[in-house]
């Protein structure tokens, strides 16, 4: 029989000589410097990825809590007072301090495990009617009322804001104006930055506003 005369040949008869097995040391040595390459420049990318992620996730949050303070204004008819406390219970008449969250029931810290900062428009806190609130904002609107809550300097008149302190832990210049890095009361003023300034190695704030006419807007 053919295939039993096959059989037994030797291996090389049956198929051919045999090929050389595995890689050179040449040939590893070039795969390897590859490797090393894709290592170091993968590990470059890790801290750049990890930043962009956090960032991205602290936007994310104090989005969030704009709209939570904007639900919490169509149902109560007015804006929460920013809280003294990092508890984030509301403290009246508190216009500058931290997200009053325990008051808007959210979370109150950014991706840095920092507590958000928040100011108001004090004129919209004392209302009590989404009615009121209306004619409250069309007064601030019209100037009837001197409004008292701005970012980019004067020129964007804001209901609320909401800040994350960034990637440096701290508030930084304009929100925070006594460089002591966080938002408060004394020592700050009523004027913050503008909502999504550039970060740069000065300001890495994450800020995000409401204006007047756009929450005006939401009440129509
Ligand atoms: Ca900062
Ligand atoms: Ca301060």
Redesign the pocket.
Known sequence: MATDRMLLLPFRARYGPERPKGFTLIELAFVLVILGILVSMGAGLIPLLVNQNKLNESRAIVREARTAVIGYALATGRLPWAAAGTDGSETVNRQRGYLPHETLGIPGTDSYAKPLFYSVEPYLATSSTTDELKDRLAELISGSHAPGLFCDDTSIRAAFVVIS????????TPNDDNHNGIVSQSGDNNRFAKPGAPQTSD???ILDAVTLTYLHGRLE
């Open positions: 302190s960034g990637k440096n832990l701290e508030a930084d300001y890495d704030d």
